[in-house]
């Protein structure tokens, strides 16, 4: 099992940045691939990145596509999202899920451990 957790959130102006972490336990970490997704108030959740298990492939949701990037440290079982040019319609829950699958996917219910989340929000 791995257990994770998210760092990082908060608020900032439009056009700023923030990085978000997410740590993981265990010692599979390289095993799984991992995403980020973010969910709204009111909204269902939607994926924002995925980084395949060395690092190698990222896939990103177009409307981040160009401002957001996927990155891991597999030696400190870390997932990292920078975002940068944020806009006020970034603001969400923010959450990392591992996925034990070979099949590159954005579908939330093919993932199959998440954390807890931060929260992202973006002044106008």
């Known amino acids: 099992q791995v257990q994770l957790v998210e760092s990082g959130g908060g608020l900032v102006q439009a056009g700023g940045s923030l990085r978000l972490s997410c740590a993981a336990s265990?010692?599979?970490?390289?095993?799984?691939?991992m995403g980020w997704f973010r969910q709204a108030p009111g909204k269902e959740r939607e994926f924002v990145a995925r980084i395949g298990r060395s690092g190698g492939s990222t896939y990103y949701a177009d409307s981040v596509k160009g401002r957001f990037t996927i990155s891991r440290d597999n030696t400190k079982n870390t997932v990292y999202l920078q975002m940068n040019s944020l806009k006020p319609e970034d603001t969400a829950f923010y959450y990392c899920?591992?996925?034990?699958?070979?099949?590159?996917?954005?579908?939330?219910?093919?993932?199959?451990?998440w954390g807890q989340g931060t929260q992202v929000t973006v002044s106008s």
């Open positions: 265990g010692r599979t970490f390289s095993s799984y691939a």
């Open positions: 899920a591992a996925d034990r699958g070979m099949v590159v996917t954005s579908i939330p219910q093919r993932y199959d451990y």
